[in-house]
Structure formats: structure tokens, C-alpha cells
């Protein structure tokens, strides 16, 4: 049972373009909402997190979008460039409890 | 500061070896982890532990086991290798997972274990 749902599995984007991935879960005691950027050959790296008190978090050219209501949140990346080719992971906790909850992981293509 | 090291980079085991996969952080920190990743499943956590002593379950464990005698280390064992565990795994470490706001709760990856059980 994948408590945390992704979309899309692959994403191909134009330079300059604006990508979104969608993340949606299930369980209401997640308070913390970070997205993980990972390139081949490499482990994850955390990029930008979210706690459910705000709606909206910008970090440079990303954006996390938190629509607590629909239990969805989201990753938007603002005029995407070659370099952000990777796999991008959302992920959901408890704070406290000490595990992470990844999604299914979008391979995010940006065409030059 | 090295982060948070694995070794080794590729392993191939035959079904029924037995192996350890080697973890270290030099950050100090408390909260470390093992993950596994497949494709199309993102990461499942095996196992995490909290401090040196004290360790528990994550999604998928059958199969592995830790202990954390130190900070610093955190092993993950493969007491009997089936096919099904051929993954890339990889370690993680954090000052407070998910702590409260204003903590930091960054989690540091290593740059994985490619694992193949033939």
C-alpha cells in the first residue's frame, strides 16, 4: 500500500518550461513534506520542504505548492534548465516519529 | 566533513551468501537509516535507528538486520541473499528527522550500494 502517491513516473519539458509534479497521500498525521532531488549515480538530496502551516514555499526556482484540503502537494520548477535533469522524490513524515514515506519518484527530463 | 560514506560501491553475491554493507557518518549525527531502491517504488526504509543502542523497523526488514554499537556506524546484514534483494540501498543520516520548526532536518544520503543476487 503506497501510503505516498507520485505523478508522473517520467516527465520531458522544454527549456524555460515550468514541470509539475503532483504528490497526494493518505495519512493525515504527515506534518512534513520534502522533495529530494537525485541525480545518476548519487544518492538523494534534500531540495525544499514544507510543513502543512503554510501553503506555498519558494526556494530560488522552486516552488512547493501544499493544499492541505485535498491532502495533494506539488513541485513546480520555474524557467527549468538542462542541469535539473534527475529524479525528483516527494516524501511525507511524522515529526517525532522518525520515518519518511518516499513516492515512486518522477525521472524529469528538461530538453535544451 | 566526509557526510555520510558506504562501501562498497558494487557487490555480486550468490543466493544464500551472507554480507554486510558498511555505513558511517562523521556529522555527529543521531538519526540514521537504510533504504532500499527499486525502480518504480521510490525508497522503502528497512531499517532506522534513533542513537547508538536503539534501532527498529521500517517497511521492509525481512531479510536484513542492524545494530548501532556507535554514533558514527550503522551496518545493514544480509543474513541469507535471495535474488529479491538485488537494489541499490543506500544510507541516510539526520540531526532530527522531521523535528520541530526551526530544527534542522535535513537527511544526508550516501552515494549507495549497488547490490546483485545472482
Known amino acids: 500500500q503506497q501510503q505516498v502517491k507520485q505523478s508522473p513516473q517520467s516527465l520531458i519539458v522544454q527549456k524555460g518550461g515550468i514541470p509539475i509534479i503532483n504528490c497526494a497521500y493518505e495519512n493525515t498525521a504527515f506534518d512534513y513534506f520534502p522533495w529530494y532531488q537525485q541525480f545518476p549515480g548519487k544518492g538523494p538530496a534534500l531540495l525544499i520542504a514544507i510543513r502543512p502551516d503554510v501553503s506555498e514555499k519558494k526556494e530560488g526556482r522552486f516552488t512547493i505548492s501544499f493544499n492541505k484540503s485535498a491532502k495533494q502537494f506539488s513541485l513546480h520548477i520555474m524557467d527549468s534548465q538542462p542541469g535539473d535533469s534527475a529524479t525528483y522524490f516527494c516524501a511525507a513524515a511524522i515529526q517525532g516519529a522518525q520515518k519518511l514515506v518516499f513516492g515512486q519518484g518522477t525521472r524529469l527530463t528538461i530538453n535544451p | 566533513n566526509a557526510g555520510v560514506t558506504q562501501t562498497p560501491k558494487f557487490q555480486v553475491l550468490k543466493t544464500g551468501q551472507s554480507m554486510t554493507l558498511q555505513c558511517a557518518q562523521d556529522m555527529n549525527h543521531e538519526y540514521m537509516s537504510w533504504y532500499r531502491q527499486d525502480p518504480g517504488m521510490g525508497l522503502r526504509l528497512i531499517h532506522y535507528?534513533?542513537?547508538?543502542?536503539?534501532?527498529d523497523q521500517g517497511e521492509v526488514p525481512n531479510g536484513y538486520n542492524v545494530s548501532r554499537s556507535t554514533t558514527e556506524d550503522f551496518p545493514l546484514r544480509l543474513l541469507s541473499a535471495a535474488p529479491s534483494q538485488t537494489s541499490v540501498y543506500f544510507c541516510a543520516s539526520s540531526y532530527d528527522l522531521a523535528g520541530g520548526l526551526g530544527t534542522t532536518d535535513t537527511q544526508y544520503f550516501g552515494p549507495g550500494t549497488r547490490l546483485t543476487v545472482l
Open positions: 535507528s534513533v542513537g547508538a543502542g536503539i534501532t
